[in-house]
């Protein structure tokens, strides 16, 4: 079965330190993307950063990075110099494509607490 | 900037209604798609539309149906409400045919209670 498993429900760091998030899938395809959106507690969902399946360097976007490691079927996000404003929901997403078309498949997500 | 936006972000009904939720992108993009979101389940995909008066069935399509006339309007329809229908609701959309690493982009969800 196509899924992500997001393995921690919270999680709480302390400001301006680093903190990963976990996220591993599990496909039978060779080609697939991955993306992490942040959900704030207004609902928006703010996509973050994606990372390709045939990708050989890990995504970068500002202090958002992604681990990605193929053998382990598993794309951490690392978010460095955490901000209050990090704090929020974030949720792993994989890429399908079916005929012509394409869905995203969500992990359950993580809440990031963020303390000053 | 990409606006996808839902009609109410906030809606109450009640258990039998027939339910509209609205849906509508301003960037000519073909795919377009409706999710719940549930504490501790994510999100689950419903119905999806790759381009006009053409719908797939998602995940958890039982109870819902939906519509789209027009290009940047995608409705879902809950035929008769029940309670647990109760969810957050959010829309997506994203162009056809464009390199994989542009997302979905998504409205700002309608919190939906069906009493």
């Known amino acids: 079965a196509q899924k992500i498993t997001q393995t921690q429900p919270g999680m709480f760091v302390q400001e301006k330190e680093a903190v990963t998030l976990d996220c591993t899938y599990d496909t039978s395809d060779q080609s697939y993307g991955l993306f992490w959106y942040k959900q704030p507690s207004s609902g928006e969902m703010i996509f973050l950063i994606y990372q390709g399946s045939y990708d050989e360097q890990n995504a970068t976007e500002g202090r958002y990075s992604l681990n990605f490691q193929k053998a382990r079927k598993s794309a951490n996000l690392v978010i460095s110099a955490s901000q209050l404003g990090d704090s929020a929901m974030y949720f792993c997403a994989m890429r399908l494509t079916q005929g012509g078309s394409e869905k995203l498949v969500f992990g359950k997500g993580t809440k990031l607490t963020v303390n000053p | 900037d990409v606006k996808v936006t839902q009609s109410s972000r906030y809606l109450v009904k009640r258990t039998g209604e027939k339910v509209f939720l609205e849906c509508v992108q301003d960037?000519?993009?073909?795919?377009m798609f409706w999710y719940r979101q549930d504490p501790g389940l994510g999100l689950r995909l419903i119905y999806f539309s790759y381009d006009v008066k053409m719908k797939e069935k998602g995940d958890i399509p039982e109870g819902y149906s939906v519509s789209r006339e027009k290009k940047e309007r995608f409705s879902l329809i809950l035929e008769s409400a029940s309670t647990n229908q109760t969810s957050m609701y959010l829309c997506?959309?994203?162009?056809?045919?464009?390199?994989?690493?542009?997302?979905?982009?998504f409205g700002d969800g309608t919190r939906l209670s069906i009493l």
């Open positions: 960037m000519d993009h073909e795919n």
């Open positions: 997506a959309s994203r162009l056809s045919g464009v390199p994989y690493n542009q997302p979905q982009h």
